[in-house]
């Protein structure tokens, strides 16, 4: 490592930045250890486990929606600098990052040969789980780097979203032919890739000055697309009027655990 680097971990290090470093790793430490809700997959029924996950797919959507409403785009626009054109163009860019993402990866999908199933559908899985997990892990860094009250939400409203992820990967490598344990693992060992997401922000926090007046807004634009066009969609292919309402009323609650969260100094 060069001299310019050290100066630059020193900086990192330096100030506030120790209990940022701490408080950070230690959200995205519990974070990854959801990865290991997947061995609910084993001790439910799937019509038990598809019930619960709708209701816990719609508290996520709400909290990311409140994160993204009520927390993150508010403290872009109580910022020094304000709502500007870097704002403006990071929210955007979040949401079409996402967008790429998605796309890279379900093209992926559906260029997978058909006799060949198995290992490459579990292994883009891991993959795409593993690029996700560490964006996780730099969007809570970035938001720990601004306050520790909008580091705390964000890391809720990540962890809430991962619970029916995490639920969902399990199976798809279970489906395609790994054992429970191993697919358990392997799941874990993607996950861990949230703290390398945050401890790489951490860093770069030193190196670039006001790298959160990016990744806030960034954060908040792939919270919406997620909420918007993965998980609410979701919730449509049930479309009764009593599981409608339950949803409803999950979404409202996720939301409303992030209006709570308001309350925090």
Known sequence: MSLTSWNYLATALSVKMPEIWAATLVAVVVISLISLVGVLTLLLRPDTLRRGLLVLISFAAGALLGDAFLHLIPEIAESKDGFDSVASFSLLGGVVSFFILEKVLHWHHSHVPSEEVLHPVAITNLLGDGLHNFLDGAIVAGAFLVS???????????????????????????????????????????????????VVTLYLAGAIDGVERVLVPLTAGGFVYIASTDLIPELHKEPEAGKSIVQLASLLGGVGVMAMLLQLD
């Open 148 to 198: 520790p009250k909008l580091g705390i939400a964000t890391a809720i409203a990540v962890a809430l979203h991962e619970i029916p992820q995490e639920l969902g990967d399990f199976g798809i490598l279970v489906h395609a032919g790994m054992r429970p344990s191993r697919a358990l693992g392997f799941n874990l060992l993607s996950s861990l890739a949230a703290i390398l997401g945050a």
